[in-house]
């Protein structure tokens, strides 16, 4: 069954449609294709357009992926606006930034789920691990909302959503294998593989469907001159396996049963150079993680439900050197396990559609070193969406109650209108209170981490409060065929925000801890575009202003650009050959200092060309090359090893029948 949908029909048909089609359950919004320009589904859990969704969103779709070499989420979202990629560590990891804030205010799901691993690594030895869980061959589409979803996700979404939706087996029976190597040109080794295969389709044909993803990942680690100390790594090895299953049972023609299970290892090794007291040590980290989910979803005569369970069990082996000299040469032995239920009634009332949900989440964490005893902590909330419209205005309007064991009780409201000004251009906006609980590392006066490189530790404070955030924004988005512009201005404002105890001139402690102290304050605008010249050829691009100020200290947010802009050119030489070229500027920011000052590092700018050759209708070829002209960061940059990757080409393949 396929749904079609689009912007040309009057308001009252719109209406119904987007009724109609929130009314499929997720797993089949994943599977069939809606003949939108984009479609999205994590701003309300309802199916949207991008121009009808109550919010600032954009999708990266599986064409998209195959485009160019994506190793997780963070190359995948890296062009989007709003987005900001950052080093997060000394040796290539990653975060993602969502206008301004830190990746701790961007909430990853995947299928509308949590993935969560802050716990088991704290943000103080740089976790990407949450970013690589997901296989990308098993990636349908990506939906990144950019603004506050408390409303509906609960703590954590102050900066925004990232939302993987994964590729859903139907009775078509489809197999395939990809493989993409990637070589550094400049500095020594850093040569990357990455190989995956798929099978899916029928096993009962429209009863039993499945799905069966594999991939692996090898990527050595590279040497640069740029970084501090010549034996340290500017970035780390990597070896990384992913299997992914889904069985969808299709009981009547009203409900389904979906299941799917992921199991990931992840194992990271890199020669760090932390400062003066150790020197160079190694950085040995291996995660292993397993997921299940269960749900099921019904229709029932203009009323869904779907009731699931997803289970996460996180352990992870942290052999670092900094680890083990801290406590005695012990390995590091830490498990985060995530059990989450939750419930939602979807249906039309008196001519609105109303969402329902509740959710029950717990949180089981031990660690050999940093914690007294094994820590349980509880989560509960119970949601409210209404959509209707007045007119030409769509109104989305909703609230969450969320309550934390340790934390209390936390309301999220959240009002979003989207004016249709044509068929084709709309004004939005809309405002959000949002909260982010601390973390169990932030919490537990029995955690601490090593800092300071070395010298000192920080413990966990058990008076913490919630962070909380106002956010508004404000915008107008048009879209005819090949063409789309947009403008959003936003703010938000944080209160009681969470930040670390650091050195500073006169103050060197070898005990610090996690206050709230601080209020944070970021807006800006962003604006964005895309004109299809013919079919042939096409042009993107989006440009990114933020202003993030520490309002406490009076001072910019580190690690924080003011300006980011993207340009895209996308032209198909030939029906066969299709090309893309990709600009990217990231403007001057403040980065923090070994000594706890902070420094402004200059722009820089990466310009990446890639191709796809469909040499038969079952193989492609893809071959490019990444930062074509090796551009380099300057000395502030390089002074803390933040180090941008040199100049690479990559080539590969897809085969698939």
Known sequence: MSIALNRGISRPRHLS???????????????????????????????????????????????????????????????????????????????????GLDADYTLLLVNGRRINSRDVLTSEYANDFDLSSIPIAAIDRIEVIRGPMSSLYGADAIGGVVNVI?????????????????????????DSHKASGYISGALIEDKLLGNLIVEGVDQAAWRS??????????????????????????????????????????????????GLRYGVVQNDQEMERTSFGLAHSGRWDGINSRL????????????????????????????????????????????????????????????????????NVDQYAVFLQDEFSLGNLDVTLGGRWDHHEAFGSEFSPRAYGVYNLTDNWVIKGGVGKSFKAPAIYQSDETYSVAACQGFCRVKGNAQLKPETAISYELGTLYQNGG?????????????????????????????????????????????????????????????TYSDAEDREADAPLNNTPQHIANVGLDWRAVPALALNLDYQYVGSQWLSTPAGGAQESGAFHVLNLGSRYQATPQLALNAGMNNLTNEKRDDVAQSVDNILMGRTVFVGFSYDI
């Not at 299997?243 to 990271?268: A, K, M, N, P």
């Open 483 to 543: 063409f789309e512009a947009g403008v959003t201005l936003f703010q938000t404002e944080i209160d009681d925000m969470i930040v670390s105890d650091r050195w500073r001139a006169g103050y060197r402690p070898t005990l610090m801890t996690y206050s709230n102290i601080s209020t944070a304050r970021v807006r800006g605008y962003e604006l964005l575009g895309r004109y299809a010249f013919d079919e042939t050829l096409g042009l993107r691009a989006n440009y």
């Open 225 to 274: 001159d740029q970084t501090v100390s010549s034996d340290a790594d500017a970035a780390e090895h990597r070896q990384a396996g992913s299997i992914y299953g889904s069985l969808s049972w299709l009981l009547d023609e009203r409900q389904t049963i979906d299941v799917d299970i992921t199991h990931r290892q992840d194992d990271r090794v890199a020669n760090w150079y932390p």
């Open 308 to 375: 699931r369970y997803y289970y996460e069990d996180v352990e992870l082996t942290d052999g670092s050197e900094l680890m083990t000299r801290f406590n005695g040469n012990v390995v590091g032995q830490a498990e985060q396990q995530n059990h989450t239920v939750d419930g939602q009634l979807s249906g039309i009332v008196a001519g609105q559609l109303l969402t329902v949900g509740a959710e029950r989440r717990r949180t089981e964490f031990s660690h050999n070193q940093n914690l007294g005893t094994e820590t």
């Open 17 to 99: 449609l987007t009724i109609l089609a929130s009314l499929m359950p997720l797993a089949a919004l994943a599977a069939e294709p809606v003949a939108l320009e984009q479609q999205v589904i994590t701003a309300t859990q309802t199916a949207h357009s991008e121009l009808s969704a109550p919010a600032s969103v954009s999708v990266v779709t599986r064409e998209e992926l195959e485009q160019r070499p994506v190793y997780n989420l963070a190359d995948a979202v890296k062009y989007l606006p709003g987005v900001q990629i950052n080093p997060s560590s000394t040796y290539g990891r990653k975060e993602i930034k969502l206008r």
């Open 166 to 190: 994964l590729l859903q087996p139907s009775n078509q029976t489809r197999a395939g294998i990809a493989y993409t190597y990637e070589a550094p040109t400049v500095g020594d080794s850093g």
